[in-house]
């Protein structure tokens, strides 16, 4: 597992619907791995192996994080904002940001008084981030209204093989999936494997859209992250018990093949990877969604990264864990054929 690949990921902003800064660098470390590579102009990029091949599997993982985007300029020289998927306005109080443009990074700080942190109400447009400017004349000349904004923080490691960052959601599932193709290679897999790193799901979808239409893929696994329940205040009657550690997760839910999920179990267990469960009965909230429903249907899994404190600065997962994701798909796309079936009345023949 290249790890410095995960960390340069991580430092890399890429708010939804800015994402090509971190597709460029994903380029880079994958040149010479894949076969192929396709791109689209929303900004998705997939990696190829076995192209030619006539079964093929998409991997997808986002690479698109939640923030911020600016939105006016106050004359004297402030910055307004909104949202740019599900943020905790709460969370940006007070905290040091980064404003990404074509000039490069800015950075700022989000204004904080006693009255903005008792309001229990608080809204994106009650956020303003102060850059140092005195009007906005200055501003203008430093920043442009929709450039996009993330909290300054990057990763650390923690104790037992544990790793905290911003955008853990999800960085961890687009490096998955570039690596997963990567182990598969060396695997000798068959199959074509269609490593896509996709856009814009935390605001639109958009990316599993485009990506899928244009693969039109026989079997489409998603990779993201999922809830931890294994800290305080967290209930696992919600959705299953899940702890970081533990290994992935799959999804047992509405949109899943049952049968992949046999597979996959089947998987882990010759290869002495743990796995966890979990439970949706509708929509999941990750590209899945999109997918399953793209082209006449598509046949779908979900794989998650289990993870704490979804949505904050300081997301929290096991590099255990993203290992074993790993290894888990890249065994399983390997045992593939091009004769395989997810028919669930296949029995019955």
Same mark, same amino acid.
């Given at each position: 597992?290249?790890?410095?690949?995960?960390?340069?990921?991580?430092?890399?902003? %890429?708010?939804?619907?800015?994402?090509?800064?971190?597709? @460029?660098?994903?380029?880079?470390?994958?040149?010479?791995?894949? !076969?192929?590579?396709?791109?689209?102009?929303?900004?998705?990029?997939?990696?190829?192996?076995?192209? $030619?091949?006539?079964?093929?599997?998409?991997?997808?993982?986002?690479?698109?994080?939640?923030?911020?985007?600016?939105?006016?300029?106050?004359? %004297?020289?402030?910055? @307004?904002?909104?949202?740019?998927?599900?943020?905790?306005?709460?969370?940006?109080?007070?905290? @040091?940001?980064?404003?990404?443009?074509?000039?490069?990074?800015?950075?700022?700080? +989000?204004?904080?008084? &006693? &009255?903005?942190?008792?309001?229990?109400?608080?809204?994106?447009?009650?956020?303003?981030?102060?850059?140092?400017?005195?009007?906005?004349?200055?501003?203008?000349?430093?920043?442009?209204?929709?450039?996009?904004?993330?909290?300054?923080? !990057?990763?650390?490691?923690?104790?037992? /093989?544990?790793?905290?960052?911003?955008?853990?959601?999800?960085? *961890?599932?687009?490096?998955?999936?570039?690596?997963?193709?990567?182990?598969?290679?060396?695997?000798?897999?068959?199959?074509?494997?269609?490593?896509?790193? %996709?856009?814009? #799901?935390?605001?639109?979808?958009?990316?599993?859209?485009? %990506?899928?239409?244009?693969?039109?893929?026989?079997?489409?696994?998603?990779?993201?992250? *999922?809830?931890?329940?294994?800290? #305080?205040?967290?209930?696992?009657?919600?959705?299953?018990?899940?702890?970081?550690?533990?290994?992935?997760?799959?999804?047992?839910?509405?949109?899943?093949?049952?049968?992949?999920?046999?597979?996959?179990?089947?998987?882990?267990?010759?290869?002495?990877?743990?796995?966890?469960?979990?439970?949706?009965?509708?929509?999941?909230?990750?590209?899945? /969604?999109?997918?399953?429903?793209?082209?006449?249907?598509?046949?779908?899994?979900? +794989?998650?990264?289990?993870?704490?404190?979804?949505?904050?600065?300081? $997301? +929290?997962?096991?590099?255990?864990?993203? $290992?074993?994701?790993?290894?888990?798909?890249?065994?399983?796309?390997?045992?593939?054929?091009?004769?395989?079936?997810?028919?669930?009345?296949?029995?019955?023949?």
């Amino acid at each position: 597992m290249r790890n410095e690949m995960l960390y340069e990921m991580l430092r890399t902003g %890429s708010v939804s619907g800015d994402e090509i800064r971190i597709q @460029k660098l994903v380029r880079k470390w994958m040149a010479g791995i894949g !076969d192929k590579v396709i791109s689209d102009n929303t900004g998705n990029l997939t990696h190829i192996i076995n192209p $030619e091949a006539k079964f093929k599997v998409q991997l997808i993982g986002h690479i698109d994080e939640i923030g911020l985007c600016i939105t006016h300029i106050t004359d %004297s020289g402030m910055l @307004k904002v909104t949202r740019a998927g599900g943020i905790r306005n709460s969370m940006y109080l007070g905290h @040091k940001v980064r404003i990404y443009n074509e000039k490069g990074i800015v950075y700022g700080s +989000v204004l904080s008084n &006693s &009255s903005l942190l008792k309001n229990n109400d608080l809204q994106d447009s009650d956020l303003t981030i102060d850059i140092g400017a005195t009007n906005k004349e200055e501003a203008l000349a430093a920043v442009s209204l929709g450039d996009s904004v993330t909290i300054d923080e !990057d990763y650390r490691l923690l104790l037992n /093989d544990r790793i905290t960052a911003r955008a853990l959601d999800d960085r *961890t599932g687009a490096f998955i999936v570039l690596e997963a193709l990567r182990r598969a290679k060396e695997l000798g897999c068959k199959v074509g494997v269609y490593a896509t790193t %996709s856009v814009g #799901e935390e605001t639109t979808g958009r990316g599993a859209y485009w %990506s899928s239409s244009r693969i039109n893929p026989d079997l489409s696994i998603a990779v993201d992250v *999922t809830y931890a329940t294994d800290y #305080e205040g967290t209930n696992p009657a919600t959705s299953g018990d899940v702890r970081i550690g533990g290994g992935p997760v799959l999804c047992n839910s509405s949109l899943s093949s049952r049968l992949v999920n046999k597979s996959l179990r089947k998987i882990a267990k010759d290869h002495d990877i743990n796995v966890q469960t979990e439970a949706f009965v509708g929509r999941t909230g990750t590209d899945a /969604d999109t997918i399953h429903q793209s082209n006449l249907g598509v046949t779908t899994a979900l +794989v998650s990264l289990p993870l704490r404190y979804m949505h904050s600065h300081s $997301e +929290v997962g096991s590099l255990k864990d993203l $290992e074993d994701c790993i290894e888990l798909l890249a065994h399983y796309v390997c045992s593939l054929d091009e004769e395989a079936s997810f028919d669930p009345y296949r029995d019955e023949e």
